[in-house]
């Protein structure tokens, strides 16, 4: 690994701290700016049942008596260390109530990103190798059907079919194997859909340079120059759509959660905001802020290595080309 790669990557890890960093502190002053001190009317909510002695001690634990340059720097130092805070809902710590909750989420959503890779792959795949009445127009238009259908329509149609119909799973018991796969399925099509487009116009591009007609002129079948010589260029864009999308899969799994009767991050989301448990809430988006910016440093570490042409100097964050590429194939 060389050098400049090494300090590519710890200016990327550099600016991913600070990027959560002021997620947390942007939250932590829209909670704090807002009329009415919420915190303090929850904790005083006749329907909550604080006493007034743990009012005070949690008035204390949150420095809601001290000033908020103070209390940012106390909040902040606790989120450092992974303290997130109590719960004004169920009085527990925010990050047991997360650490419970996330391993159904990450189950739900790596499935689900690994799902929308393989679709993508295989109908880009089938565009540039399947003969043209079927690559260029059959599966040219899936993209589109599957970003037309919202996960929660395609969500209730695999558990009518499925669920009811065939019995593979029950939907009484969704944390299942295959009741994780259909979940992961529904949240996973039209992810596909917007990574498939993508893949599949940067596939065509690269089909056009001088070197793919190189490849073509030397016999080397069309599986092996997909697989050999055209997918590694055309997926930095698609790489780039893959990380963006990480937020969108984080958002869909609430609206998936609910429909499959799943117990995750998205339930904790539902019932935080039904209850405005904003600690919860706080600590919610602080982890999405986390995992999503998690996402876009690897797909930036991951831009070197699949495409040598890539600047690692200092503000390059992807080439010219790449951003040109994807902005053309959302076009």
């Known amino acids: 690994m060389s050098r400049a790669y090494l300090a590519f990557t710890g200016r990327r890890v550099g600016q991913a701290l600070l990027v959560v960093s002021l997620a947390y502190i942007f939250t932590f002053t829209v909670i704090t700016v807002l009329p009415g001190d919420p915190i303090s009317a929850q904790l005083r909510n006749p329907e909550n049942g604080y006493s007034d002695e743990e009012i005070a001690t949690l008035v204390a634990y949150y420095g809601l008596d001290r000033p908020i340059l103070e209390q940012l720097w106390h909040s902040l130092s606790a989120f450092v260390v992974g303290d997130l805070g109590i719960s004004l809902r169920t009085h527990l710590p925010v990050s047991d109530l997360i650490g419970a909750a996330i391993p159904s989420?990450?189950?739900?959503?790596?499935?689900?990103?690994?799902?929308?890779?393989?679709?993508?792959?295989?109908?880009?795949?089938g565009t540039q190798v399947l003969p043209r009445r079927y690559g260029q127009g059959l599966l040219r238009s899936f993209p589109s059907l599957f970003l037309s259908v919202p996960n929660f329509v395609i969500g209730l149609l695999l558990i009518n079919l499925f669920a009811f119909g065939l019995g593979l799973f029950r939907i009484v018991d969704p944390e299942s194997a295959w009741g994780t796969f259909f979940a992961a399925l529904a949240l996973a099509i039209p992810v596909s859909a917007q990574i498939a487009e993508v893949l599949i116009a940067n596939l065509d591009r690269e089909a056009q340079q001088e070197y793919a007609t190189v490849v073509r002129a030397r016999g080397i079948s069309q599986v092996r120059a997909f697989s050999t010589h055209l997918l590694k260029p055309a997926s930095l864009p698609a790489v780039t759509v893959l990380a963006l999308m990480v937020g969108e899969l984080l958002g869909g799994s609430v609206i998936t959660e609910f429909v499959f009767g799943r117990n995750g991050v998205g339930s904790l989301i539902q019932k935080s905001v039904a209850s405005q448990d904003l600690p919860a809430l706080q600590g919610v988006v602080a982890l999405t802020a986390m995992v999503f910016v998690a996402a876009n440093l690897l797909a930036d570490l991951s831009y070197p290595l699949l495409d040598p042409r890539v600047s690692l100097a200092d503000g390059a964050r992807k080439p010219r080309r790449v951003r040109r590429a994807t902005t053309e194939a959302f076009a």
């Open 105 to 125: 989420t990450l189950a739900l959503a790596g499935s689900a990103l690994l799902l929308a890779v393989v679709i993508a792959w295989l109908v880009a795949f």
